[in-house]
């Protein structure tokens, strides 16, 4: 016969035995959809990093820490690897590329889960006019523009179905355009009100904001007090303003007092888009660009910018030339070009040192700082990628009439790129806290449609070359602090309050590479060419490159912001 301790002791094994069967019984593995094992998390805070797991179910992020009693549809070893919210692509141009082709893998190829767009001209309102603007463009494409409002665009890519995550702003170019068309005129108060109805609409069907691009006809035409009146029905709905500040060369500190005059007017947040200091002669300007924005931000305005990490930039051949030049649209601009005294009263304006407009080929240094990117005619795809300086050779001819003489050949529009900051300005602009980054291109690819033109290798590169060049090798920024302000930060501005960071019940937007392999490999010379260093990425809890490999997904999404219902 047992005693009374010897039954106790019994008693107690046979209790903790039945709680441990219990407890396996009741607590089976925890399954997910995707499993990313032991992989360093940058969490997007700007918080040290951590090894844990992070789990992945339906489009939101469902656990991070140690899982190793887990299973997942989709398993995926990531030690040493770095787990990173998806970079948010402060300015891309990927409206109408995507159209042509909903991979858009330069920006899936770099990271890149989340694009805001709208640079000035934007998706919406679309009017007769914008369409005749827009037919070199949609001609390249080989797209169709069938929508004449936001709505209509959602709708449009909805059905087609995108790799990445869309924020949208509306354009005041975009909207004086629908009105006025190209005239260069204040509005009548009848067509300030159409213009922001436009703006009105455009914020209830899900724009984020109000954007400007100040040096460019027909957006250089409007004043202050028209941008603060956009800007006001912008802030009404809980949006933010997005400016190409009127200048950013030596008019660079009135230009952004300017921005900070409609942000403190209209009561609304602003964005400065690719911070720099234009020009060989204002090398070291950042610095008091970077003084004048933390003033504002000192007394009270929410003020902020982003940045690329190139000393080139990019636009049309056209910005050589006044914004009067292209008073009317693009058939006024031929037109003025073939008129022999109208072509010789522009050369003399180019030719003319002012402060009264961006001569971008004077910042440049001249024909030998300005290299022709994309083209829309096969006889001249031969000059892609060349110096104006080096075709002007090959043609026999003057650069200035080089310039005209193809602006006419191309209908008036010219991709080019133009060499007019300084790396020390660069790294400067990129250790401030405030400053997040951006492409400042549409999404393409090497083959077919989208590489036949030559462009910035800022399409490819941006956010690796970041990592690599200036986290890894340089030192100009710490990993975390990098990473944030690839996520976190843009996310903010834009008002994704569940995009950029890692956290339960956040969306999976999610970007893993190696930090000690990433680099960008696109040139000036030889563009077209991913970054290395991605190694996953997921968008919505979808993967969009797995092990380097693009798949087919298209789990992007058109993101409402915060006017809409």
């Not at 820490?65 to 070893?77: C, D, F, I, R, V």
């Not at 009439?401 to 209908?411: A, K, P, Q």
Request: net charge negative; aromatic share 6%.
């Amino acid at each position: 016969m047992l005693t009374r301790t010897q039954r106790g002791v019994i008693a107690v094994v046979l209790v903790l035995a039945c709680a441990g069967l219990v407890a396996m019984t009741a607590a089976p593995a925890v399954s997910y959809d995707v499993l990313l094992r032991g992989g360093r998390i940058v969490d997007g805070t700007g918080s040290p990093w951590f090894v844990a797991d992070l789990a992945i179910r339906g489009d939101r992020i469902a656990a991070i820490g140690n899982l190793a009693g887990a299973k997942a549809k989709l398993s995926l070893e990531v030690r040493g690897l770095v787990v990173a919210p998806g970079f948010i692509d402060m300015l891309g141009q990927s409206e109408l590329t995507v159209l042509a082709d909903a991979h858009l893998r330069s920006k899936v190829g770099q990271g890149i889960t989340t694009e805001l767009t709208g640079e000035g001209a934007s998706v919406a309102p679309m009017t007769d006019y914008l369409l005749g603007e827009l037919e070199p463009t949609t001609r390249d494409l080989k797209i169709a523009i069938d929508w004449t409002d936001l709505q209509g665009y959602a709708r449009r890519l909805g059905k087609q179905g995108s790799a990445l995550n869309f924020a949208h702003l509306v354009g005041a170019t975009q909207v004086r355009a629908a009105v006025l068309g190209g005239d260069n005129r204040p509005p009548t108060p009848a067509e300030l009100e159409s213009m922001k109805r436009h703006v009105a609409r455009a914020m209830e069907q899900g724009a984020f904001g109000l954007s400007s691009s100040l040096i460019y006809p027909p957006a250089a035409f409007a004043d202050t007090a028209e941008l603060v009146e956009l800007a006001k029905v912008a802030a009404r709905y809980g949006g933010f303003y997005a400016s190409h500040v009127r200048g950013e060369s030596d008019n660079l500190i009135e230009a952004l007092r300017e921005a900070e005059r409609i942000g403190e007017q209209a009561g609304i947040g602003v964005e400065v888009w690719h911070f720099k200091s234009a020009g060989r002669r204002n090398k070291g300007r950042i610095a008091d660009a970077i003084s004048e924005i933390e003033a504002a931000r000192e007394r009270g305005v929410d003020m902020t910018a982003d940045m690329y990490p190139y000393i080139a930039a990019a636009t049309d051949l056209s910005a050589c030339l006044p914004p009067t030049a292209s008073e009317g649209g693009l058939s006024a601009l031929v037109a003025r070009l073939k008129d022999p005294a109208a072509r010789a009263a522009i050369r003399r304006e180019i030719e003319t040192p002012t402060s009264r407009w961006e001569n971008l080929y004077q910042l440049a240094g001249g024909a030998e700082g300005v290299m022709v990117a994309g083209v829309h005619t096969e006889v001249n795809r031969k000059h892609q990628g060349k110096r104006v300086s080096e075709i002007a050779a090959a043609r026999g001819s003057d650069p200035l009439e080089t310039i005209f003489d193809l602006l006419v050949e191309e209908g008036g529009t010219v991709d080019s790129i133009y060499f007019i900051m300084d790396e020390v300005d660069v790294r400067a602009a990129m250790a401030t806290p405030w400053v997040a980054f951006d492409c400042d291109a549409p999404g393409v690819r090497p083959d077919g449609i989208l590489g036949e033109k030559s462009i910035h290798p800022r399409a490819y590169g941006t956010f690796p070359r970041i990592l690599g060049r200036y986290v890894r090798e340089q030192g100009v920024l710490g990993l975390e602090e990098a990473v944030r302000k690839m996520t976190s930060l843009p996310a903010r501005r834009i008002g994704l309050l569940d995009r950029g960071l890692l956290r339960p019940g956040a969306f999976a937007d999610v970007t893993v590479f190696d930090p000690r392999t990433i680099i960008d490999k696109a040139t000036f010379e030889a563009p077209h060419q991913y970054a290395e260093g991605i190694v996953h990425v997921f968008v919505n809890g979808q993967s969009v490159l797995e092990t380097g490999k693009f798949t087919s997904a298209l789990p992007g999404r058109f993101l409402k912001g915060p006017g809409m219902n």
